[in-house]
């Protein structure tokens, strides 16, 4: 699978690479990819995307995949890029879906660019690291490689450039594998499906293009200060999480919960990392058309109904 990547120029100069999914003349939505991901992510919803008239679009984030680098950068930048991405493609209002490590810069968008969405759904979202309790919940590899990126970063650096990205750049099914062995039933029997193995293998070894640098500058991201607080985030969110996901542990999103002022939970029974988004994008999208925004002379209008 090979979703060709197309390029806006950034006020700053750099390239931002983005893949278009669904329908071309359909709702804009942006969807933020997980980590490792890419611009390739999202093609696990273009059968959604068409059944609901959907323009998926979906940016790689800087140093991942096709997009130029940017040294300095924070994850508030992000949002900065996603206006500029959509003002480049005539869009002045756009529904957002962050999934996973895309959580926290989808939560960046709402934060900057509140008055250009008309809906924001957030699923199995990556809760602050920085925050008590956060990391401890994850697995102990996940805690290991968060830990070792903020406190030993140049041991981090060698061994990802001399063994992780090697591996995973000239053996990605043998990252998929260690995915699967390690994934919970729920996911286990989504990440079985050749058409699920076939985008998220591309995706991974699209993501680590540029090699190792970019990858630990955004797992470094994570884990420092988000500069904002969710509790800022006025506008209607909707959350997602599943109750047997070991990848994020839903801790992350009921901390989320507690802080975002205008959030609505579903915490869904029996699902997982992967199966939740994978195999409920319909219900999600529903859901998300359901808190569709209307700006007005008197404010926000949150319509509750479809």
């Not at 197309?6 to 997980?34: E, M, N, W």
């Not at 968008?109 to 969405?117: I, P, S, V």
């Not at 401890?136 to 650096?157: C, D, G, K, Q």
Request: with cysteine.
């Amino acid at each position: 699978m090979k979703q060709e990547a197309q390029f806006v120029k950034l006020p700053d100069g750099r390239r931002l690479a983005y893949a278009d999914y669904g329908s071309p003349d359909g709702t804009p939505v942006i969807y933020c990819h997980g980590f490792p991901g890419s611009r390739l992510e999202a093609a696990l919803f273009e059968a959604p995307a068409r059944q609901y008239n959907l323009r998926v679009i979906a940016p790689e984030r800087s140093g991942l995949g096709e997009s130029e680098p940017y040294p300095d950068r924070r994850l508030l930048d992000w949002a900065s890029d996603v206006a500029a991405l959509a003002d480049q493609l005539g869009i002045e209002r756009f529904f957002l879906i962050g999934v996973s490590g895309g959580g926290p810069y989808a939560m960046a968008c709402a934060y900057q660019y509140a008055d250009r969405l008309s809906g924001i759904s957030l699923v199995c979202p990556l809760g602050p690291l920085d925050q008590p309790g956060m990391l401890e919940a994850m697995r102990w590899h996940a805690r290991i490689n968060f830990r070792s990126i903020s406190i030993t970063p140049l041991l981090s650096t060698l061994a990802f450039r001399l063994a992780v990205i090697p591996l995973a750049q000239r053996w990605p099914q043998g990252i998929y594998q260690i995915m699967l062995a390690i994934a919970p039933p729920p996911d286990a029997d989504v990440l079985n499906r050749s058409d699920v193995r076939t985008v998220i293998t591309a995706s991974i070894h699209e993501a680590i293009r540029q090699g190792s640098k970019y990858l630990l500058q955004e797992m470094a991201l994570y884990t420092q200060p988000w500069g904002f607080d969710p509790a800022d985030i006025s506008l209607p969110v909707r959350l997602w999480h599943g109750t047997a996901d070991e990848t994020v542990p839903i801790l992350h999103s009921q901390s989320l919960a507690k802080r975002l002022p205008n959030c609505k939970t579903h915490f869904v029974d029996g699902e997982g990392h992967f199966s939740l988004p994978i195999d409920r994008m319909d219900q999600i999208i529903e859901d998300l058309f359901a808190s569709r925004i209307n700006r007005q002379v008197t404010g926000i209008v949150d319509e509750r109904d479809p």
